[in-house]
């Protein structure tokens, strides 16, 4: 399958810095790209998509202007989590999708610890 | 909107076969996904079934009813390293979205 990968994979901050996690997808062009949010023990949540060259869509309850995301180029979306609080504090996992399948590739994901 | 059920738990022994069961209701439904996802980690692609019918593959296996808005997995021969949580996701057509269920936590005993 397909290569999706995260940066960086852990990162401990402190309250109020802001963080900034890449997607890439490594052997193929991704037309679209997710963030997801993961707090244990629950089922991941989609946060935000990521069309290559265009604004991105939230989800509902999701605050854009706190978690900005940029996709730059076909193989590339980030996330920045702006002024980071401990309740931000999650498993942050993007995913990738070419234009021809269903199938969405999950990169290995970034634990974000906000101190 | 988006509802998809999963069991929270379910336990069996190494060697035998669990059954996770998912029931959705998706507007603009099409496809079902499987993903496993160990602690800690991402969830991997096990399964993807858009058509109606049983997709085999190795000791997992997956089903989907579209009529009834019904999937399962079933994992055979089960194996220690089984032990996980096993995610159903039912993806829209027009934006590609994907909807989880809250997972199912398998745990295999000796």
């Known amino acids: 399958g397909a290569v999706v990968s995260q940066h960086p994979s852990w990162v401990i901050c402190k309250s109020g810095t802001s963080v900034k996690i890449e997607c890439r997808s490594l052997?193929?062009?991704?037309?679209?790209m997710f963030w997801y949010r993961q707090f244990p023990k629950q089922s991941l949540m989609l946060m935000a998509t990521?069309?290559?060259?265009?604004?991105?869509?939230?989800e509902q309850g999701v605050e854009k202007d706190k978690f900005l995301i940029n996709h730059a180029s076909l193989t590339l979306s980030t996330l920045t989590v702006t002024s980071a609080h401990p309740e931000d504090s999650s498993f942050y996992i993007c995913?990738?999708?070419?234009?021809?399948?269903?199938?969405?590739?999950f990169g290995p994901g970034t634990r974000l610890t906000v101190l | 909107g988006q509802n998809i059920d999963q069991p929270t738990e379910m336990t069996a022994t190494e060697g035998a076969i669990v059954q996770i069961n998912c029931t959705y209701q998706?507007?603009?439904?099409?496809?079902l996904f499987w993903y496993q996802q160990h602690a800690g980690e991402a969830p991997t692609f096990l399964s993807y079934?858009?058509?109606?019918g049983l997709e085999e593959k190795g000791r997992f296996s997956s089903f989907l009813s579209r009529s009834k808005g019904y999937s399962y997995l079933l994992l055979k021969e089960l194996q220690m390293k089984d032990s996980a949580s096993y995610l159903c996701?039912?993806?829209?057509?027009?934006?590609?979205?994907?909807?989880f269920g809250a997972g199912t936590t398998v745990t295999v005993r000796a």
């Open positions: 995913s990738a999708r070419s234009g021809r399948l269903n199938e969405q590739f």
């Open positions: 998706t507007s603009g439904f099409n496809g």
């Open positions: 052997d193929f062009q991704a037309t679209t």
């Open positions: 990521s069309n290559e060259g265009s604004k991105a869509t939230y």
């Open positions: 079934n858009v058509l109606d």
């Open positions: 996701a039912a993806v829209r057509s027009n934006d590609y979205k994907l909807s």
